[in-house]
């Protein structure tokens, strides 16, 4: 079974489309984290919910949505896609949020390229 | 400013041998730090977690030291495989909640 699940793979698409990414984990996690890869694999982090809640939002344009409708599901949507938002979007989750030392597990992640 | 930095881009050697990455920091202060290996085209994988009360772990052929005076990490594998050959990733506990921020990674080759 696996852990923390992403669609699609992959996604090609054209600038300005909207387009959404969807996570599931069934790991009874109550954290997911939302994570891009650019092109020199520098991983960084853009969202997280706990239990639903919105607990770090970082510095992403606000093109980018994240949607939690349960602890088990965290899905990104982003509106009128840029070049620049070409990479890898990875998936995370983890136990629970504000104690030290949780583990992330992270999904397969969901390739993103923009023409 | 905030950095974290890894040795090299890449690392080369030969199997047999030990390997040790290096992570670096400035202007953070960590509780922890966690170690992850990432694949080509996968999703990175926990290997360890080290607390800043916390000197040594370790976990199998895995060793991590954390010197929080020198703001420095090293991860160790000894006996190393050519199936150790992937990107190693530090990541540093940096804010509230439990917010990671990810090094720049260092890719291992392993050789026979």
Same mark, same amino acid.
């Given at each position: ?18 387009? *959404? ?26 969202? *997280? ?18 949607? *939690? ?24 989750? *983890? ?21 | ?19 040790? $990455? ?51 990490? $090293? ?36 050789? $026979?």
């Amino acid at each position: 079974d696996t852990a923390v699940s992403q669609t699609p793979k992959y996604l090609v698409t054209q600038m300005g489309n909207d387009k *959404s990414i969807k996570c599931e984990q069934n790991l009874g996690h109550d954290t997911m984290y939302w994570y891009k890869q650019d092109s020199k694999k520098f991983l960084k982090i853009m969202f *997280s919910y706990n239990n639903k809640e919105l607990i770090i939002n970082e510095t992403v344009p606000n093109r980018f949505s994240p949607k *939690s409708p349960d602890k088990a599901h965290l899905n990104l949507h982003i509106n009128s896609l840029e070049l620049g938002d070409s990479a890898v979007y990875f998936c995370a989750s *983890s136990q629970v949020a504000g104690v030290s030392g949780n583990e992330q597990f992270f999904g397969p992640g969901t390739r993103l390229t923009v023409l | 400013s905030q950095k974290i930095e890894q040795n090299s881009e890449a690392l080369n050697i030969q199997e047999g041998k030990t390997a040790t $990455l290096t992570c670096n920091y400035t202007n953070y202060s960590p509780a922890y730090l966690q170690w992850y290996r990432q694949d080509p085209g996968r999703g990175p994988v926990f290997l360890l977690l080290i607390r800043e009360n916390e000197k040594e772990k370790r976990k199998e052929r895995l060793k991590v030291t954390f010197d929080t005076t020198l703001k420095q990490s $090293l991860f160790h594998i000894t006996a190393s495989q050519p199936a150790d050959s992937a990107t190693y990733l530090c990541a540093l506990h940096t804010g509230t909640a439990s917010k990671l921020t990810f090094g720049t990674g260092t890719r291992l080759q392993v050789t $026979l």
